[in-house]
T-cell receptor, first 117, second 112 residues
């Protein structure tokens, strides 16, 4: 596709259930980012994948959160045993590369809106 | 520890006047600074950026100013238009980590 694609666009889940959020980056982009925006909050960095390097997981808020990127393309963010405070919009972004290209090549998807009830 | 701060959660401006959005950062090693704009129910879109070697970058109605000694970034929109009403995020990019770090955002409302 032309842009970053995320699915599902909306998800309502019961507390304690697991959820998976998917991101299809722009073709050829080696860098992929996950961010989260809670109501009234800014964009919170979660995890960053760059090529075949080990991902930067420093932003994951707890061990209930994990992410993987298969084949250097599609990424899945998994939240286990969801809690109400996990309710947020989860944004995926991709770029041609990380280092040296500046941040203006980073393109965002439209987000996956997660509501935990 | 918040590395990027936008201390004003909201700003209201009359159409035609100047909007000034501010951003402060803590790490002098950041080398690229950006502004993103976000409408409700949409992902952020890139607006304008500036490298650490410059102090001003202009693109149409949008100008970004960088004061490295004060670790301060600002976005000026002039003249402001109702379509500019959105949430504006400043962000810093670290070439060392490849990570983009965002501020909390400022909601701009431009009144007709």
């Amino acid at each position: 596709g032309a842009g970053v694609s995320q699915s599902p666009s909306n998800k309502v889940t019961e507390k304690g259930k697991d959820v998976e959020l998917r991101c299809d980056p722009i073709s050829g982009h080696t860098a992929l980012y996950w961010y989260r925006q809670s109501l009234g909050q800014g964009l919170e960095f979660l995890i960053y994948f760059q090529g075949n390097s080990a991902p930067d997981k420093s932003g994951l808020p707890s061990d209930r959160f994990s992410a993987e990127r298969t084949g250097g393309s599609v990424s899945t963010l998994t939240i286990q045993r969801t809690q109400q405070e996990d309710s947020a919009v989860y944004l995926c972004a991709s770029s041609l590369g990380g280092q040296g290209l500046g941040g203006n090549t980073i393109y965002f998807g439209e987000g996956s809106w997660l509501t935990v009830v | 520890d918040q590395q990027v701060k936008q201390n004003s959660p909201s700003l209201s401006v009359q159409e035609g006047r100047i909007s000034i959005l501010n951003c402060d950062y803590t790490n002098s090693m950041f080398d690229y600074f950006l502004w993103y704009k976000k409408y409700p129910a949409e992902g952020p879109t890139f607006l304008i950026s500036i490298s650490s070697i410059k102090d001003k970058n202009e693109d149409g109605r949008f100008t970004v100013f960088l004061n490295k000694s004060a670790k301060h970034l600002s976005l000026h929109i002039v003249p402001s238009q109702p379509g500019d009403s959105a949430v504006y995020f400043c962000a810093v990019f670290s070439g060392n980590t490849g990570k983009l770090i965002f501020g909390q955002g400022t909601t701009l409302q431009v009144k007709p």
